[in-house]
């Protein structure tokens, strides 16, 4: 196996779920990574990750063309309460650079059907066709969209809308929440998800801030290469890696403490981990109501794999139980 592009390397294999790697070892260990390989556009063609669930069956899916992105809205079956749905905005991992909005279906639609909200992915335009600012911009569109439109266009209760992210979704997501406090006016955000999020593109193997870094450079999935890769897909100007719209915790401390309560989900052998947590003691530190979690055993994209790892599936039921305990909370 270990001659295999993507075996699993020994420094990590003693420490990973013996689930993940026997399904590693079967559908991934061949894949050829894709910051090896020199870039082009079809790399986004490859299967996406393994192991996922089935989308599920609601009342009705819709697809809305925005001014540079799309976003596709899951609408619960059923009447709608008086105020409307409340809503989830989702947005997807791939370092900026891959996936789509076809990735997460499974998880959007599974939000939808067991938290009764309207749960909407977004298309935003990846790099390195386009660069930063561009997926700032697509979020906060789409946050746009929901509040003006949501009602008209999927019954939405625009007084009731969480966002979410996965990996540089969870990026965007914890970005959105700062930007939305900016607009005028202002658009409430009652939750944010934040999965395995990039949090500080600051940060190295030598950053003794956070050791998972070097602790985890050679992980499977999103190893430091990978991970820098798609930092320089998306941030070619290391100039701006400091600024709040890429590096979520150099916000200033009076737009932190004014964020929505938190849910931060990472995974202890993802190169990720700590910047996740020190950015959920952060807000912490600011009054912010944050609930973190660390799945022991893990890597970074077990999300996608729910239906194949135990581990997965509890990342996915807490994420889905965070979310509807945010709603009727609201």
């Known amino acids: ?139 906060v569109d789409a946050l746009k969209f929901i509040y003006y439109n949501g009602k008209a266009e999927f019954n939405a209760n625009v007084n009731k809308i969480a966002i979410g992210g996965s990996s540089s979704g969870g990026n965007l997501a914890a970005i959105a929440c700062l930007k939305a406090q900016e607009l005028t006016p202002p658009i409430p955000i009652i939750f944010q998800l934040l999965i395995v999020p990039v949090i500080d593109n600051t940060a190295s193997v030598t950053d003794e801030r956070y050791p998972s870094w070097k602790e985890c450079q050679n992980t499977v999935w999103l190893c430091e ?24 915790i150099f916000a200033s401390d009076a737009l932190l403490a004014k964020v929505p309560p938190a849910f931060v989900s990472v995974c202890e052998l993802d190169i990720l981990r700590d910047e996740g947590l020190a950015y959920g003691e952060k807000l912490k530190s600011l009054g912010v109501k944050v609930e973190a979690k660390v799945y022991p055993g893990a890597s970074h994209q077990i999300l996608g794999m729910d239906a194949a790892l135990k581990v997965g599936k509890q990342q996915a039921d807490d994420a889905i139980k965070a979310v509807g305990d945010a709603f009727k909370a609201a």
Request: net charge negative; aromatic share 10%.
């Open 1 to 139: 196996m270990s001659d295999l592009p993507s075996a699993i390397h020994p420094d990590i294999l003693p420490r990973l779920d013996p689930e993940y790697v026997a399904f590693h070892n079967i559908h991934l260990a061949h894949r050829v990574p894709p910051h090896t390989i020199p870039w082009h556009p079809d790399i986004r063609k490859a299967p996406y990750i393994p192991g996922g669930s089935p989308i599920r069956t609601v009342g009705a899916v819709k697809d809305i063309s925005l001014q540079n992105c799309k976003i596709r809205a899951f609408i619960p079956e059923g009447t709608p309460p008086p105020e409307g749905w409340p809503v989830l905005l989702y947005i997807h991992g791939g370092g900026w650079t891959l996936g789509s909005i076809d990735t997460l279906n499974s998880f959007i639609s599974r939000q939808c059907k067991d938290n009764n909200c309207v749960s909407v992915a977004l298309d935003y335009r990846l790099a390195p066709e386009n660069p930063y600012p561009a997926a700032v911009e697509d979020t």
């Open 225 to 248: 290469g990978r991970m820098m890769w798609f930092r320089n897909m998306y941030l070619p100007d290391p100039a701006t890696w400091t600024e709040p719209d890429n590096s979520p």
